[in-house]
């Protein structure tokens, strides 16, 4: 039987139902850890921000404390939960490209320490609005550095109508808006945001973000005496789905970073004080597995299906992105992996495929299929598509199990529903 953290996934499936998310939290841990200990520089400060889109709950939320880690959001509700487990607000950094007044305002409440600004217009907003605080707000400006990476590759491209960011070819636009924070006097501005990407294999994809921005960084001050220092590259780190995934290992990608980062600001004769990044796939996905009990089997004409009692509704990136994953039946670990199934969901789609083309062992209803690395993106992208109810989720470690989430009940699913 397989073990996750030292606990069996049938006594799991048992205890909690199934579909469940299983996180193997000393797996959480130690990543942490790494992150906290691999991102440093002898010559800047450094920081590690969980971008908490990934997995989102409070008990996530305390392990990313515990470490002392900072933190990114991108909504009021991340915000308030982060609120929920006292998160020192000072190392929490608001993103998003279309962040409503009242999101903007509840981060000024709370003291949020950084807000991420996306464009214009929400540069401008938050002038008008920070007239009226009584503390400082520290500001970076997302920028478009035209570097895509959303694949082994990178490519340089022209691409400047992003949703996110000003591109680094507005120049003007991106001066307006760093002359407009540099008026404010309850504004802080610290220096430019980038993202390029998620799943990145390729680290030089990272290096040609680097050079690219510290090249802008160099311009700003040449041309308009503009001074930063605060670098903020994003984050977008790979984990392994499947044997066809090979990351850059962690601590490589990390020094390749900061080494970078370093001759770059002595290169360019830059004061670059801080750098920063944000991992929120590569912290969560590995430590996740999810729990499917097996129902229905079917032949067709071409393959044969196996039924799981989830699917699309807790995963959608197979969907959605045509993410590969691999998976074993918990019960059968030792079994010959004999036949090709399909695995398929519950969801009234035709797309609601989790894996196409696996080698399992012969499956029989009541097994209990379990997929890897579902930790990032999973839970946060849930729907309660045809009603069914979310999933629990469980961390495990060193033989016990907690619930961090409940599994909604039947009652959840009506319950904001009126009867007006
Ligand atoms: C999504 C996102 C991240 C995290 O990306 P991962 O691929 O999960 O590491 C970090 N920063 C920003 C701005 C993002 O949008």
Known sequence: MLEIGGVRVDTLAQTYKTPLFVYDEDQLRSRLQEYATFFQSDTMETGVLYASKAFSCKAMLRLVKEYGLSLDVVSGGELYTAKAVDFDMSKVYFHGNNKSKEELEMAINYGVGTIIVDNLMEAQMLHEMSQSIDHTIH??????????????????????????????????????????????????????????????????????????????????????????????????????????????????????????????????????????????????????????????????????????????????????????????????????????????????????????????PKCEPGDLLVTYTTGAYGYAMASHYNKNPLPGVVFCRQGKAREVIRRESYEHLIDLETDE
């Open 139 to 360: 500001v970076l400006l997302r920028v478009n550095p035209g570097i895509d990476a959303h694949t082994h590759k990178y490519i340089v491209t022209g691409h400047v109508d992003s949703k996110f960011g000003i591109s680094l070819l507005q120049e003007k636009e991106l001066v307006d808006v760093i002359r407009t924070f540099d008026q404010d006097e309850h504004l802080s501005f610290d220096g430019l945001h980038a993202h390029i990407g998620s799943q990145i294999f390729d680290k030089n994809a990272f290096i040609a973000e680097i050079e690219k921005m510290f090249g802008f960084i160099k311009h700003l001050e040449d041309t308009y005496d503009i001074h930063l220092n605060t670098l903020d590259l994003g984050g977008g780190f790979a984990a392994t789905y499947t044997s066809e995934d090979h990351p850059i290992p962690l601590q490589e990608v990390c020094s390749t970073i900061v080494s970078h980062c370093e001759k770059q600001n002595q290169e360019l004769g830059l004061s670059i004080q801080k750098i920063l990044i944000e991992p929120g796939r590569s912290v969560v996905a590995e430590a996740g597995s999810t729990i499917y009990t097996v129902g229905f089997m079917k032949q067709t004409p071409n393959k044969k299906y196996v039924f799981v009692d989830g699917g699309m509704a807790d995963n959608i990136r197979p969907a959605l992105y045509q993410a590969k994953y691999n998976a074993d039946i918990a019960n059968k670990m030792d079994a010959p992996k004999d036949t090709v199934y399909t695995v398929a969901g519950k969801a009234c789609e035709s797309g609601d495929i989790l894996i196409e083309g696996i080698a399992l």
